[in-house]
Structures are given as C-alpha cells and as structure tokens.
C-alpha cells in the first residue's frame, strides 16, 4: 500500500487523507449521511480501500482511488473499533468490536453479523454469554472487548473482561484454544504484528505484554485441529488452555514501576522490532517507546494535551499521535546534515580560515589526463513503470495489486473561508486603488486622498488615479511657475493639475495642462 499517506478520521464525521511528500491534504471522504464523529479507521491490506466506523452505529467502506462510498451499514451497537479482513484486495467482511455487546464479524455485502462467543464455561462443554457487570443504578451493560484477526485473516484473537486470549475459527464460531492471562485484569487492547509472529495485549493491570506465536503463520487452523486431537477425552476448559499453551508464549512485558500509568493505544513498529505506548493520564502527552528486548528506549513528552490514539509508520520511523483537541502530530527523527557523505573532501569549519590557494589548484586539465567515467550504457533503456517490492513489509509475497499512487483531488473552500476571502481580496483591491494610508473620510463616505483626486471620464465613471512620484512632482512645480509667469495679467485659478501622459495630478494654483 501508499506508504507516504496518513488517515485521520474527523468530529463532522469525514475522513482527511494527507500526503507526506506533499504535505497537503490528497482527499477528502464525505458522507452525506453520516455527520457523527469518526470511533476507527482502517486501511485494506492492499490499500485500494479504506473502512470507517462511526459514533452514530454506522460502518462505511470506501474507495479510495475514486473516492466515493461503497457501501453503509447500520449496526444496533456503537462499533469502537472495526478492521477489514486481511486476506483479500477488495475484502468483504470486517470485525467490529461494538461498545455494548460481544465482537460481530459483519459481512459487508450482504449486512448480517455474526456474534463471537466471548467466555468458556468452567463446569461444562458448553459456552456462556458475554460477561455483564451490573452497575449502582442496578443497569445490566457489557464490559467492552478487544479483538484482531490474525496475519492472513484465518483466526480471531480476542481478549476478553477475565483475561483470557481466545482463539476463534470465525467461520464455525468455535472457540479452538484459551491463553491466560497472569492476574486476569481486563484486555482492554490486542494487537498482532505486521509480520504476524508477535501478539500485543494491554490489560487493566497497567502492563503490555507480547507474545510469540507459536502457531505456522498458513497453517493454524490444521495445526489446531491435530492438537485437539493430540488432546483427547479432558475437559473442555482444560483442553482449551492445554492448547492455548502451545500456540501463544509469554516473551516480554513492559510497564512504568514507578508511576504505574495506564496505557493507551500501543502497537508494534512497521517490522515489528519496537513497541510504543502512550501514556492514559490526562492532560500529558507523552509516548513510550521499547526495544522487543524490554528496555526503555525513548520517552517523547508533547503538549500538555491528553492522548487518545497512536500508530507507528510502516516503513518509515515517523509516530502520528492525536490529542483529545483534536490535534495530529507527527514525530520523526531528528538528523543532522553530513556533507561530507556527499562531498569526501568536505570540511566543516568551526570558525572562519585564512584558505591560501595552491599554485595549481584551478589550472585546466588536458582531456587525457582526466579520470574516466565508469563505463555506463547509454543506451540501455531505464524501467520506470515497475515498482519494485519493499523488503520492509512482512506481507510483500502477497502484495501484488499495491496502491501505489493516489492522485491528489482539489476540493472547494468552506462557505465561510470563501466569504473571508472575498472580503480579503476586496480590501485588497481597495487599498491598491488609495494608495496612500494617509486618508480623510469626507462627509459623504468617501475616502479621499491628498496626492489623488477622483476624475470623471467620457463615460461617466471615475477613476482613481495613482500617486505621482517626487521627481513628476518637482517637474510638474516647475512647468507651473514657468506658466503662472507667462499670464500674471491673467487671473489664477486654482483647478487639479492633471498630466494626461503619465496620468497623475496634483492640486495647487496653477492651470491645468491638457
């Protein structure tokens, strides 16, 4: 997919595109229908399409090429978060996590939903509902659960309000394996790498942890049925934890000992060699940033604004964080310019030298004692219609059908930005036509300046004229004495002065000149 786009969903319930190689926004998806602010969005694995979920119970695909809306869905829950399948180009089914009941996996064709089974019964086969937690009014409600496909779209992996990692085979709605979780808080997020090897969880004790899978990224579901066998007659709760054993590992965990803050969205790096967190407190910003090997690498600390999402680039080592605001920032590495990668010979200097030249430092060199050139076809012709795969992207042996260039579309200024710039321009027109800042309101509204006068043409309209220059001035001054000098009998008149060659005036006692 695009790796120098970013997607951010917005309150009015449209989603903005924006370009980093540009810097300026590449598209703008609107719905008509929906003006309820963005909960998720989600790239395809492919990037020709892009799904939204919104606060008014709503799911929306869209295309992202020609920008319009491929089909709504109306859930009876509020979807906080909803992720495409990731086995196809144009994918047909999502799974949402709604805020008041289980996860559903929704077709996207047709509009049915299939409800996930959340918890495994402890003294039957059998399975019960998704926990409630009554509240002190005496309300039922459902305590929000996490969950993800896998690497290729074959499992769910769902976190649940005991702290259990189930496995799910979607299609049959079986639960095929259970993880649990050391101190059984709630799952609150889960998250699998791009490459598919590593799983993250975030609970409610205040740690993230990661773990390894176990399980041959094409083969899970027969794998998991080999170990249902290899199981036998036991229990089923055992026989579930027996085999979550041996599809999930433990491998790191990471917390702050000493402040003990929340976390709030955490996810893996593009290659999945890093883990970043940021920090639930309110009014902090500030982002965690882990090596695989558990040790704190870096702490970004930003505006004093509270943090509610985060993702890591793909490719590149860029982190985009949204504040409760509504602000996107983006933190990059900082580099540091060497010019002398470029230049070997390059020096940089501390302070200014006296350089003293060699005496043939700047003679010419005959053509045969130049260096020659590395031998290069000219003539070979150069491909620049083929993309070549990035190494970087775990599913590269899939992407065959890569979005690869999203055509910018230009889009018209809000109503009110317009009438701000009408009256800009306006303002600006007037102020070119006075041309001096020194002006009188006279008594009728109008503005007038000393150094220009309104003249009336054939046609009836007036026309300001331009401020004369010093040197007309001077010029002017003097062919009026010489004039007033001629006819002393005469009587003066004083009347605007008004040189028809280069079209300014003045006023003074004097005759004006046609």
Not at 377 to 390: A, G, P, W, Y
Not at 393 to 419: G, I, K, V
Not at 436 to 443: F, I
Request: include cysteine; proline fraction near 5%; hydrophobic fraction near 35%.
């Amino acid at each position: 997919m695009i790796c120098t786009i970013e997607l951010a969903g917005c309150n009015d319930g449209s989603c903005v595109i924006w370009d980093f190689e540009t810097r300026g926004i590449a598209k703008i998806l609107h719905d008509n229908e929906c003006s309820s602010p963005i909960t998720s969005i989600c790239w395809s694995k492919y990037g020709h399409r892009i799904l939204v979920s919104a606060a008014d119970k709503s799911l929306i695909l869209w295309d992202v090429m020609s920008g319009k809306k491929i089909t709504r869905i109306v859930l009876q829950q509020t979807p906080l978060q909803a992720r495409l399948h990731p086995g196809s180009s144009t994918p047909s089914l999502c799974l949402a996590c709604p805020l008041s009941c289980a996860p559903i996996i929704v077709d996207l064709n047709t509009g049915n939903t299939t409800l996930l089974k959340v918890s495994v019964s402890e003294t039957s086969n059998g399975l019960i509902p998704p926990s409630r937690n009554k509240s002190s009014d005496g309300i039922t409600s459902f305590t929000p659960t996490a969950a993800c496909f896998n690497k290729y779209g074959t499992l769910v992996y769902l976190g649940n309000s005991k702290g259990e990692i189930l496995v799910i085979d979607y299609k049959s709605g079986e639960v095929r394996a259970v993880v649990p979780i050391t101190g059984g808080s709630v799952v609150k997020n889960i998250v699998f790498s791009r490459n598919g090897q590593y799983l993250l969880t975030n609970s409610n004790d205040r740690v993230i942890r990661i773990y390894e899978n176990l399980l041959p990224l094409k083969d899970e579901v027969r794998t998991l049925d080999e170990l249902n066998e290899n199981c036998g007659d036991v229990n089923n709760s055992e026989k579930l934890k027996a085999i979550g054993s041996k599809c999930l590992i433990l491998f790191r965990e990471f917390q702050d000992a000493i402040t003990k803050v929340h976390w709030k969205a955490p996810c893996f790096s593009g290659d999945g060699e890093w883990v970043v967190g940021g920090s639930a407190c309110k009014g902090e910003h500030k982002i965690y940033i882990w090596d695989r090997a558990g040790h704190l690498v870096k702490i970004l600390e930003g505006p004093k604004e509270a943090l509610i999402d985060l993702a890591w680039h793909p490719v590149h080592p860029f982190v985009v964080s949204v504040s409760l605001n509504g602000f996107v920032y983006i933190w990059a590495k900082d580099y540091t310019e060497n010019w002398s990668a470029f230049a070997p010979d390059f020096k940089e200097l501390e302070e200014n030298e006296e350089y003293v030249e060699r005496e043939d430092e700047f003679d010419l060199i005959p053509d045969t004692e130049k260096v020659k050139g590395p031998d290069v076809n000219e003539d070979e012709e150069v491909d620049i219609i083929s993309v070549e795969k990035d190494a970087t992207f775990s599913d590269s042996d899939m992407s065959q059908e890569e979005l690869c260039f999203l055509p910018a579309t230009p889009s018209r200024d809000p109503l009110e930005q317009q009438d701000k710039c009408a009256e800009s321009s306006s303002k600006l027109l007037d102020s070119n036509n006075t041309g001096s800042p020194s002006e009188e309101a006279a008594p009728n509204g109008l503005m007038m300046n000393h150094a220009s006068s309104l003249l009336e043409d054939n046609a009836g309209r007036f026309k300001r004229k331009r401020k004369p220059s010093e040197k007309v001035l001077e010029l002017q001054a003097e062919k009026v004495k010489k004039s007033s000098k001629s006819s002393k009998l005469a009587k003066p008149k004083s009347k605007s002065l008004v040189d028809q060659d280069n079209g300014n005036s003045f006023h003074g006692d004097g005759i004006s000149d046609e």
